[in-house]
């Protein structure tokens, strides 16, 4: 299974999880007194849109390269995890809102039940936020990671929800509110994950250099290749789920033009079988001294 079908597959497992959430959650929001329970129904309702907004991104970064797009469509990624960072902001501004305006309106206490349907997404959430990461990891996309994101943020709500609605029922009469300060509190949690997940994004669009390890990996192959006797420069941009390469690689001065040429081919061909994600490799022959 290729990294594309790995990550569609993963975001309708995003999709279905959120949805049967936001349902769960709105219900017993509605019926057990409690906001913050309806403020974790609200962001799981923006987690689906944000991941068929991560499904679409998919689907269009799969088309193949073209005369005006030589290097793919993969940088529609970090623009659509740009989106992705937006609803999870749209999620924090009316979570904190409908809790500022919750706090000064009287209400009755949570149900008592209520904290069993959180603990049962507590788990639910984390599970998925492991299930997501691992597969944003093995595809490298950051889009996928974001959405990852959004199930953690999506169970410190709740965790935060749980510890407001067990202080609204032990001291019950007086700390109705607790709930509602619990999903306050939540949404700035959001707020700061947002920026978390914004700042590779960015990186990523600007062609930032942050591969560090994948520079250190490419010099070490390339010198296992017959003729290449080091590397000079390597820059690295991503696109997508793919690394795009320029590596300048020393060969012996005496050689031909024709060898080096030769040895150039060897060395892309022999990156692009050992590192599956890289994408375009471009060799410049550089000679030893």
Known sequence: MTNEQTAIRTTYFSIIGNTALALIKGFAGFFGNSYALIADAIESTTDIFASFLVLVGFKYAKRPADENHPYGHG??????????VAFLVFSATIIAYESIQNIQTPHKV???WTLIVLGVIIIWKEISFQIVLKKSKQTKSSSLKADAWHHRSDAITSVMAFIGISIAI????GYE???DWAALFASAFILYNSYLILRPALGE?????????LIVEIRTKSTQV???LGTEKCFIRKSG???HVDLHAIVNSEISVKAGHGISHKLKDYLRTEIPNLGHVLIHIEPNK
């Open 205 to 213: 669009v600007m062609d930032e250099q942050l591969y560090d390890d």
């Open 75 to 84: 940088k529609i990624e970090p623009l659509i995890t740009f989106g992705v």
């Open 177 to 179: 509110t607790a709930d």
């Open 170 to 173: 032990i001291f019950g009469k």
């Open 226 to 228: 017959k003729g290449v």
């Open 241 to 243: 789920m793919k690394f």
């Open 110 to 112: 949570p149900k008592a």
